[in-house]
């Protein structure tokens, strides 16, 4: 199924759909969710994306992140794509939203309008297989650590939002 992306401007006033590859080929401006989840020791939530990802794969990542459609809130999707992606629902709050630019690779752009969700979870996971290679729960600490040694392991998108996620809370 071909998925599109909801083209806003930096007010977040909807332009209009457009392919989701062609919009990355392109570094057009879209809507994007992010979200972090922890458990109860504050560790973070991190899925490495699967193999047969068409960008950024076996890359280390939040929980989730994508992109709306055109009829979802921003809560709406990211609850979608936990869903889909994790096999599980949780409470979900929306903490803040910015804009960012990064290139991934390959001639593609992630230029989004990012609203970025945290929530808490501590039980089952049912990983789709065709989204998410593995999951793992890691501390703050420990992750400053492997992002500062190996930063190529990490997606450029997950880098700049957890920047501006420590920039709000002081991590």
């Not at 977040?12 to 992010?34: C, I, P, T, W, Y």
């Not at 089952?124 to 650590?145: A, C, G, P, Q, W």
Request: with cysteine; aromatic share 12%.
């Amino acid at each position: 199924m071909e998925e599109f992306v909801v083209l806003v401007n930096p007010e977040d006033q909807v332009l209009g759909l457009m392919e989701k590859q062609q919009a990355h080929v392109n570094g057009l401006l879209h809507r994007a969710f992010s979200v972090f989840l922890f458990n109860n020791n504050g560790e973070m939530l991190l899925q490495k994306r699967a193999s047969g990802k068409y960008h950024s794969p076996l890359k280390w990542t939040n929980a989730v992140c994508s992109h709306p459609r055109i009829e979802e809130t921003y809560l709406e999707g990211a609850r979608r794509r936990m869903k889909e992606e994790l096999g599980i629902e949780a409470d979900l709050s929306e903490k803040f939203s910015f804009i960012y630019k990064a290139d991934v690779g390959n001639g593609l752009w992630e230029h989004e309008l990012d609203h970025v969700f945290t929530g808490i979870f501590e039980e089952e996971f049912h990983l789709n297989k065709d989204e998410v290679e593995e999951i793992r729960y890691i501390s703050m600490e420990d992750l400053d650590k492997e992002i500062a040694g190996n930063p190529e392991n990490f997606t450029e998108w997950f880098k700049i939002i957890l920047d501006e996620y420590k920039h709000h809370f002081n991590s």
